[in-house]
């Protein structure tokens, strides 16, 4: 059986559960590739921490160039993490003809045009599973299971951390602080969490993924991110009286002539089965013209998830290799030739429908101000509530708009704000129908 040699760079947590499985399941990775995949080595600067495994022939180096430069090595795992040394080191991997496993978004959403194009130039396959969704196959579905469709749409839970937060104040009507540090406690979410919590972390999944769909370059920077600091147990409460609930949502679509490509909490009916991934779960709706609907729930974080998808890649190369073929399949889903610039939609360009709530003063002609406003910038009302009155004078109204244009809702609140009618900035969440 042939032995294909595999090194690791960055020995933490995903890389741990990488070794882990390549070590363990040793028997039944040979009887589902024909290879032997042989851990040759891992480097991490730390050698000496005890990660719980046993390494037996597996040699630990802290010199990530000692790995690289190889000659015995043909697949580099890269596990460090962050876009600097983690880039320099994929860079030289395939400067050496090896292929390249990675996890790491930041890394592909801020250069992965250029990393692709590199894997063409020294014809060595560069692969990333578990960048999007942990251990739900979105990356293999799109590629190679929605070969002979057009996506339509994609409607992501991709942030495990915003999602545990959700539900934690969904179901306990915690503040945001209160369950962000009940999520750092458990481990769901980091002590600096502003990539998870500012939506960036499902932004770069989210570009990966449009790529892949939809046969565009991977363009982060026109992605609109917002994230979920703002969201208040008030909120939800709302949305629920409305049938809706709130989620962090990727949402990519494609048009005629341009996607749209955003990151915001996003109202969901409760009839979307999205409304139920509860937690730090991660779940994907895929509408595309053959299949319809389809979708994907897991883990998208954590130590053996990640691993799997990890391992799932490493499998598929040892395949090609084994078979005596390399770059069997388009890194992006489309021969690079095709790829095309496709642009995203500008923000203010949007329709979509909106919940509004304001903190109103409770005295006569408030509402008919805020309609007037409304409705001077063709924003239609679809209902109004007004909830109950408050010590201190001020009530909540809430309102859900039909159709309406962004632009025209933000010159409308921008208005409405300089009104004494209210008081403080309205909160503006966009409501998405269909999964
Ligand atoms: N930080 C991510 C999350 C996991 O909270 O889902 C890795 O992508």
Do not use: W
Not at 24 to 32: G, I, N, P
Not at 158 to 167: A, K, R, S, V
């Amino acid at each position: 059986m042939e032995t294909i040699n595999i090194g690791i760079l960055g020995f933490g947590v995903v890389g741990t559960g990488v070794a882990k499985l390549l070590l363990d399941k040793k028997t039944v990775l040979e009887s589902r590739t024909g290879a032997v995949l042989n851990l040759k080595t891992i480097a991490d600067i730390d050698t000496t921490t005890d990660r719980g495994i046993d390494l037996g022939q597996t040699r630990l180096i802290d010199d990530a160039g000692g790995v690289i430069a190889d000659p015995d090595i043909d697949i580099i795992v890269e596990t460090i993490g962050g876009e600097t040394v983690a880039k320099a080191c994929i860079e030289k991997a395939m400067a050496n003809g090896k292929h390249v496993v990675t996890a790491n978004k930041a890394l592909l959403a801020g250069h992965g045009n250029g990393l692709v194009k590199l894997a063409r130039k020294n014809s060595v396959d560069l692969a990333f599973e578990a960048s999007c969704g942990g251990c739900m196959p979105i990356i293999k579905t799109l590629r190679e299971s929605l070969v002979a469709n057009h996506i339509r749409s994609m409607s992501g839970i991709l942030n495990g951390t915003c999602n545990y937060i959700l539900t934690k104040i969904s179901q306990d009507g915690s503040e945001f602080e209160a369950a962000l540090k009940n999520a750092q406690d458990l481990g769901f979410a980091e002590a600096e969490p502003s990539l998870d919590i500012d939506g960036h972390d499902t932004a770069h999944k989210l570009a990966i993924l449009n790529s892949l769909a939809h046969g565009m370059e991977i363009n982060l920077k026109d992605i609109h991110v917002e994230g979920i600091r703002n969201i208040t147990p008030a909120d939800i409460k709302f949305a629920r009286e409305f049938g809706y609930t709130i989620k962090l949502l990727a949402i990519g679509k494609i048009h005629d002539d341009h996607v749209e490509a955003r990151v915001h909490p996003t109202m969901i009916p409760d009839t979307n089965p999205l409304s139920h991934v509860d937690q730090s779960m991660n779940a994907i709706a895929v509408d595309a013209d053959a299949t319809g609907q389809t979708m994907l729930y897991g883990k998208g974080a954590g130590m053996m998830p990640t691993a799997s998808a990890v391992l799932s890649d490493i499998a598929d190369i040892a395949r090609n290799m084994i078979a005596g073929t390399r770059r069997r399949m388009p890194i992006l889903g489309f021969l690079e030739d095709h790829i095309k610039e496709i642009p995203i939609l500008p923000m203010e360009e949007l329709s979509t429908r909106y919940y509004l709530r304001f903190e109103a003063q409770d005295h006569p002609g408030v509402l008919s101000t805020i309609s007037g406003i409304l409705g001077e910038h063709h924003i239609s009302i679809k209902s109004v509530h007004q909830k109950g009155r408050k010590n201190n004078g001020r009530v909540p109204v809430v309102m859900i708009t039909h159709m309406a244009n962004e632009a025209s809702v933000q010159t409308a609140l921008t208005r409405i704000v300089k009104t004494d009618s209210v008081v403080g900035n309205p909160m503006v969440i966009r409501i998405e129908e269909t999964a």
